[in-house]
């Protein structure tokens, strides 16, 4: 099992940029596929990006891609998105999600969440 922790969001205006992290304790950071969603008020929850476990695969939504980057340190077990180019679209709270071996778009294939962290982006 491994437990989730978000951190990095908060307000920002439009066209700037925030940087999230989300810290994973537990088992083996290095054995897990790890996802970003987001999920703003009165929608569902949406993909953003994902890396497969040794990092060799990432997918990123259209909606942010050339925009958000996600990133791996597996010494630090942590996952981080630096978002730049922030539009008031992407004000959403962000989840880090992890699963043993999917890495795709959808959210019920992951195992593990975390709380989440909010973003604001202000025009």
């Known amino acids: 099992q491994v437990q989730l922790v978000e951190s990095g969001g908060g307000l920002v205006q439009a066209g700037g940029s925030l940087r999230l992290s989300c810290a994973a304790s537990?088992?083996?950071?290095?054995?897990?596929?790890m996802g970003w969603f987001r999920q703003a008020p009165g929608k569902l929850r949406e993909f953003v990006t994902s890396?497969?476990?040794?990092?060799?695969?990432?997918d990123y939504a259209d909606s942010v891609k050339g925009r958000f980057t996600i990133y791996r340190d597996d010494a630090k077990n942590t996952v981080s998105l630096q978002m730049n180019s922030l539009k008031p679209e992407d004000t959403a709270r962000y989840y880090c999600?992890?699963?043993?071996?999917?890495?795709?778009?959808?959210?019920?294939?992951?195992?593990?969440w975390g709380q989440g962290t909010q973003v604001t982006v202000s025009s």
């Open positions: 890396m497969s476990r040794s990092g060799g695969t990432v």
């Open positions: 537990g088992r083996t950071f290095s054995s897990y596929a």
């Open positions: 999600a992890a699963d043993p071996t999917y890495y795709g778009r959808s959210p019920g294939y992951y195992d593990y």
